[in-house]
């Protein structure tokens, strides 16, 4: 059974379209994160959930709306897209809370998001 | 504020040769290091992580918080080790992880 799952896997549409990632974890953790991949193979953190409430939110662009309707989903909701986009969008999971030490991140398989 | 770097963007060794991947980090508070790896069109995974001090794959990386630095090493590279790398680490803040900017490093035989 896959831990972490990320739908779709490939995206390609047009500029101005506005599209969602949807992920969820069977992983019973508490939290949930969005990263982005850039074309230099650079991550970086846009979101984190916790128990379904926002705890991390860098510096995105307000296009970008994450929703968590429970504690396994996670999905990111992009508006007006734009050709910057363009990127692999990996979603993760990890367990934060509990009397055990932090669990590492599970991640997705990557959705690639190409806008043209 | 919690930063990772990895100087070297792309490591190229041959098959049986040592092979060490650099990261140095800052943060204030007592930081949780990890090494990802991302093999060609797969997902990110753990390889290893310092609390653990386990050798993986046959890589290891020590922890030095007077250099602030988790170098990731293995003394004699295989083809299938070429992959994107990358060091993360974790602070207080919801667990979140910060990554160095990855290296790959290229096998050859």
């Known amino acids: 059974d896959t831990a972490v799952s990320q739908t779709p896997k490939y995206l390609v549409t047009q500029m101005g379209n506005d599209k969602s990632i949807k992920c969820e974890q069977n992983?019973?953790?508490?939290?949930m994160y969005w990263y982005k991949q850039d074309s230099k193979k650079f991550l970086k953190i846009m979101f984190s959930?916790?128990?379904?409430?926002?705890?991390i939110n860098e510096t995105v662009p307000n296009r970008f709306s994450p929703k968590s309707p429970d504690k396994a989903h996670l999905n990111l909701h992009i508006n007006s897209l734009e050709l910057g986009d363009s990127a692999v969008y990996f979603c993760?999971?990890?367990?934060?809370?509990?009397?055990?030490?932090?669990?590492?991140?599970?991640f997705g398989q990557g959705t690639r998001l190409t806008v043209v | 504020a919690q930063r990772v770097t990895q100087p070297e963007k792309l490591l190229s060794v041959f098959k049986g040769a040592p092979v060490e991947l650099k990261c140095n980090y800052s943060y204030s508070g007592s930081p949780e290091l990890f090494w990802y790896v991302q093999y060609s069109r797969q997902r990110l995974q753990l390889l290893l992580r310092?609390?653990s001090r386990e050798s993986i794959k046959g890589f290891t990386a020590d922890l030095n918080k007077g250099e602030t630095s988790f170098h990731l090493k293995k003394p004699f590279a295989q083809e299938e080790d070429s992959a994107m790398y990358y060091c993360a680490l974790s602070g207080a803040a919801g667990n979140k992880l910060t990554f160095g900017g990855g290296t790959r490093v290229l096998v050859k035989p």
């Open positions: 959930y916790n128990n379904k409430e926002l705890i």
């Open positions: 992983l019973g953790h508490d939290t």
């Open positions: 993760a999971s990890s367990q934060v809370g509990g009397r055990g030490p932090n669990t590492e991140a599970f």
């Open positions: 310092h609390i």
